[in-house]
T-cell receptor, first 113, second 113 residues
Framework: AQSVSQHNHHVILSEAASLELGCNYS??????LFWYVQYPGQHLQLLLK??????LVKGIKGFEAEFIKSKFSFNLRKPSVQWSDTAEYFC???????????FGTGTRLTVIP | ETGVTQSPTHLIKTRGQQVTLRCSSQ?????VSWYQQALGQGPQFIFQ???????GRGNFPPRFSGLQFPNYSSELNVNALELDDSALYLC????????????FGPGTRLTVT
């Protein structure tokens, strides 16, 4: 069965620190990969996506992610976090041809001013 | 904002009752999916509707049912509510079943007492 693992449940950083959130998935075929963010009280928003091509993708608000096929990973990074990045971050996978997203359990990021 | 709207925002029901949640998809989107997000978890796929037909379902019992209307809006119905049905219910729409990018609504928070 497909699964998505986010090993960091809660990450606390000071402003200007660098961020890396891990995401691993288990699926043998072609996948489409996503990171969503859920700010407090707001709906899920797409941060970035990977369908094909350059494995390093850039998203909104300075976020980027790297797809490493051999490691089944799609880690999210940001060089310098801001207080406004405090939110819940979800990694999601949609296998090619599938109807739905498979989400990880999420990582709560708290940025301390 | 994604253009996907959901109603109501919050709902409190008693165990055994029935509930109907509503979703209006983004303009031009004919495919609607429903997800359940329990507290502290990632969203889990319930089912998807495409052109008024269910065309994909997750691991949810038959008491979870849905409809899609000609204008592509959708309803999620849950019968015989259980305490574990308490969750945030998310609707997501996309332009078609061959599009991988989904746009989420703000969700309906259901509490079952």
């Amino acid at each position: 069965a497909q699964s998505v693992s986010q090993h960091n449940h809660h990450v606390i950083l000071s402003e200007a620190a660098s961020l890396e959130l891990g995401c691993n998935y288990s699926y043998g075929g072609t996948v489409n990969l996503f990171w969503y963010v859920q700010y407090p009280g707001q709906h899920l928003q797409l941060l970035l996506k990977y369908f094909s091509g350059d494995p390093l993708v850039k998203g909104i608000k300075g976020f980027e992610a790297e797809f490493i096929k051999s490691k089944f990973s799609f880690n999210l990074r940001k060089p310098s976090v801001q207080w406004s990045d405090t939110a819940e971050y979800f990694c999601a996978v949609m296998p090619t041809g599938a109807n739905n997203l498979f989400f990880g359990t999420g990582t709560r990021l708290t940025v301390i001013p | 904002e994604t253009g996907v709207t959901q109603s109501p925002t919050h709902l409190i029901k008693t165990r055994g009752q029935q509930v109907t949640l509503r979703c209006s998809s983004q303009s031009g989107h004919n495919t609607v999916s429903w997800y359940q997000q329990a507290l502290g978890q990632g969203p889990q796929f319930i089912f998807q509707y495409y052109r008024e037909e269910e065309n994909g379902r997750g691991n949810f019992p038959p008491r979870f049912s849905g409809l899609q209307f000609p204008n592509y809006s959708s309803e999620l119905n849950v019968n015989a509510l259980e305490l574990d049905d308490s969750a945030l219910y998310l609707c997501a729409s996309r332009t078609g079943t061959d599009s991988y990018e989904q746009y989420f609504g703000p969700g309906t928070r259901l509490t079952v007492t």
